[in-house]
């Protein structure tokens, strides 16, 4: 296969570093694999939506990721061109190396490096949705970009802006309950305008709220059982008005998925998301921190096509 058919898109400092450490190991298997291939590697934040975009005017017909659901997030916008539109020839291939590979839960997207190089040389592939956000970025400037997983603000955002600023040298799992456990006892509720589609139109007080278009965030909390990635809808999971010791005492359902048997916390689901504050409410992207409310979230259904089982 010609060079310039796939590019592999490498951020060397996902799972702690541990992606650079690894990556000539990667990459030797890959092109045993796969043949050659190029490489791009990131150096700091937004480099893996440039390379992308980079990869796509130069020819590339099969873009892997090789990072966590924040690199991902990158390249997916880079695989959107400046009209607003997706680059629909292009297929999407993943090799998760990350903190939380939360979307590789719900797509069944292998953490077995050969297995992942395996559907890479299948090309098997299916469509997913996407959401698009228009929000407000740390300057005050309305922004847009898209999201493949989970859009949450309230507590989520302070979990993100809390984790990113540590090492995560204890890996996903731990990285993120820690941060969950500090966040909840410094977080203060928020007064947030709720709308959902025209069915739903409310002030409430959240903990909270989690707009999924997968099940998985937060390094493996099932925050929206029986979201489907590409049913055309968002799950949206509000998590209202608890007392401290109602949400350490839930904090478990957030993992085995009974989320929803605690009577504060609702599920929603629609395809337009409306929310407004006058609070600083900051959000939560695929793991990252981008901004803060108000934010319209859109749903692009069957927006993009990805390798997977």
Known sequence: MPLKQITFIVNPNSANGATGRQWPTIGLRAKDRLGLFETLVTIGPGDATRLTRQAVLSGAEIVVCVGGDGTLNEVINGLINEKGSLESNVLLGYIPRGTGCDLAKSLSVPLNLERALDNIVSRRNRKIDLGKLTYRDHRGRESYRYFHNVLSFGLGGEVDARVNRTSKICGGFLSFIWATLISILRFNKKQVQLRVDDFFDE????????????????????????????????????????????????????YNG????????????????????????????DGEQPGRLPVVIEMVPSALSIICD
């Open 258 to 285: 009974k989320i929803y048997k605690q009577k504060k916390i609702t599920k929603l689901i629609g395809r337009r998301v409306v929310a407004s504050s006058t609070q600083v409410v900051l959000l939560d992207m």
């Open 203 to 254: 002030d409430v007080t959240i903990w909270n709220v989690a707009v999924a278009n997968g099940q998985y965030h937060g390094g493996g909390m099932r925050v929206a059982p029986g979201a489907e990635i590409n049913d055309g809808l968002f799950q949206v999971t509000v998590i209202g008005d608890l007392s401290i010791p109602e949400v350490l005492w839930n904090l478990p359902r957030l």
